[in-house]
């Protein structure tokens, strides 16, 4: 599905990632994981399209990304939500633009809208929302836009601790049910461990692949217990290296 070969990104003199390669299967779900600053959103934003690498090469199904990738759908950090249009008229924004007619666009909107909890807020503008709520348009839009490859920059950091429980197990079903690919980046570990396949551990910057780790916790998962409990453990040991390494500490 998404292939990242040798990708190495620059901005001015300094190297923000360094000689990265990465993939993402079919239907695969993957976190990663890493301290601030080590190249995360860059990553996506080059995955996504938004960006070009400086060396090496990124693909979708084989084919060389190159240009905005119209087939993934991205969730970043910050809410980037067209501020003349409603919470309806942002969820309707992909399906409009792929030539969808008017009903199925609505029908559309109204499913996810119900399913991120924004039922009630349908012709609300983003500045009468809350941060969350942005958060949750911003979720409902990328599902809307039926994507092969889902990019998501740390999507349910800005919700509460349920919320967030909820929105998680939410994911998981439609990635299932929609057999897309996801690469997800967090910085829990806890959420990590919970949602993925496979948890990519980055180095301090600049950003490399340190250490990759299969989940085998069979789905529907338990949050604790002894196997997710050991996988926190090993996670946490190897991000914890580079956390330190990244604020300097010993
Ligand atoms: N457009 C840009 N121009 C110059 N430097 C940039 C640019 N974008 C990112 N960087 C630098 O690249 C490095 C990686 O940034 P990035 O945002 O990818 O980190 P991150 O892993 O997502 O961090 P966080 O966990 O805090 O979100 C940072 O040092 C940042 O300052
Ligand atoms: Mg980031």
């Known amino acids: 599905m998404l292939g990242i070969k040798h990708l190495t990104k620059r901005f001015d003199s300094f190297t923000a990632l360094l000689d990265v390669s990465l993939e993402v299967k079919n239907g695969e779900f993957v976190c990663l994981l890493g301290p601030s600053g080590c190249g995360k959103t ?3 934003r080059l995955a ?4 070009s690498p400086t060396e090496g090469e990124l693909f979708l199904d084989g084919k060389k990304i190159e240009g905005v990738n119209k087939e993934c759908g991205f969730v970043f950090q ?4 067209f501020p003349w249009r409603t919470v309806k008229g942002n ?3 992909g399906p409009e633009i792929r ?3 008017k009903e199925e666009c609505e029908r559309i909107s109204q ?5 991120v909890g924004l039922k009630g807020f349908e012709n609300h503008y983003p500045h009468e929302l809350s941060g969350g709520m942005k958060q949750r348009v ?13 990019l998501m920059d740390e999507p349910f950091g800005a919700l509460d601790a349920q919320t967030r429980n909820i929105m998680q197990g939410e994911l998981l079903r439609i990635w299932e049910k929609e ?10 570990v806890d959420e990590a461990v919970y949602l993925a396949d496979r948890v990519v551990v980055m180095s301090a910057r600049p950003g490399t692949v340190k250490e990759i780790f299969e989940i085998k916790i069979p789905r529907p998962r338990v949050r604790t217990g002894p196997a997710a409990n050991a996988m926190r453990d090993q996670i946490l040991k190897s991000l914890g290296t580079e956390i330190k390494k990244a604020s300097g500490l010993k």
Not at 78 to 81: A, G, N, R
Not at 111 to 115: A, G, Q, R, T
Not at 179 to 188: D, E, K, N, R
């Open 78 to 81: 910050e809410y980037v939500l």
């Open 99 to 101: 030539g969808i007619q």
């Open 42 to 44: 860059s990553l996506l």
């Open 48 to 51: 996504a399209g938004l960006d």
């Open 91 to 93: 969820i309707e924004f």
């Open 179 to 188: 057999h897309i690919s996801v690469l997800f980046v967090t910085h829990s």
């Open 111 to 115: 499913h996810y809208i119900d399913l």
């Open 138 to 150: 911003g979720i409902a839009r990328a599902y809307a836009n039926n994507p092969k490859l889902l």
